[in-house]
């Protein structure tokens, strides 16, 4: 019995993936939800998301949103969500550097919330591109 997983991010076509397992970053930390999970709800960090089957294994950055498991369908809704393929790590480097510019200015006018926030986007976003380029085997539908 798969897991039958929807991820929905706003302006993106809603994916819709049967898998094995799924590994994802909560604000507690990583979590994975095989078949026949206590239901849950849980709110996610920036960080990856693992989709697996078989051999097959399915990488994506998700900005944070929140994660339901109820009767193994798996419902995750994201502040933003890339395949590790799609992601432009240009922009997501340039990203982080304007991010870390700004809290090394840590002055008054400086939104400290917002920048860690969008410091911790790019670094998830960097890392499931890395992880994409050096071991990612992804499947397409
Ligand atoms: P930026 O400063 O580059 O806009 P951000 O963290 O502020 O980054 P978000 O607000 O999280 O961007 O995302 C806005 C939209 O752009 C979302 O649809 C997201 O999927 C997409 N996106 C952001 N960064 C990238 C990237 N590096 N590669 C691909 N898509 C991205």
Not at 49 to 76: K, S, W
Request: hydrophobic residues 45%; without cysteine.
């Amino acid at each position: 019995m798969p897991l039958h997983v929807e991820i929905i991010a706003a302006e993106q076509p809603i994916l819709t993936i049967d898998v094995e397992v799924v590994v994802a970053t909560t604000v507690s930390g990583q979590i994975s939800v095989l078949p026949q999970h206590e239901p849950l709800l849980t709110l996610l960090a920036p960080g990856e998301l693992r989709l697996g089957r078989g051999a097959n294994e399915m990488f994506l950055a998700l900005a944070g949103g929140y994660l339901e498991v109820r009767d193994d369908h798996v419902t995750i809704l994201a502040d933003a969500a890339e395949r590790a393929e799609d992601i432009d790590v240009a922009r997501a480097e340039g990203s982080r550097e304007r991010a870390t510019a700004r809290l090394r200015e840590a002055r008054s006018n400086v939104d400290v919330v917002r920048a860690s926030s969008a410091l911790a986007r790019a670094v998830s976003r960097l890392k499931a591109a890395d992880r994409y380029r050096s071991r990612g085997v992804t499947r397409s539908r």
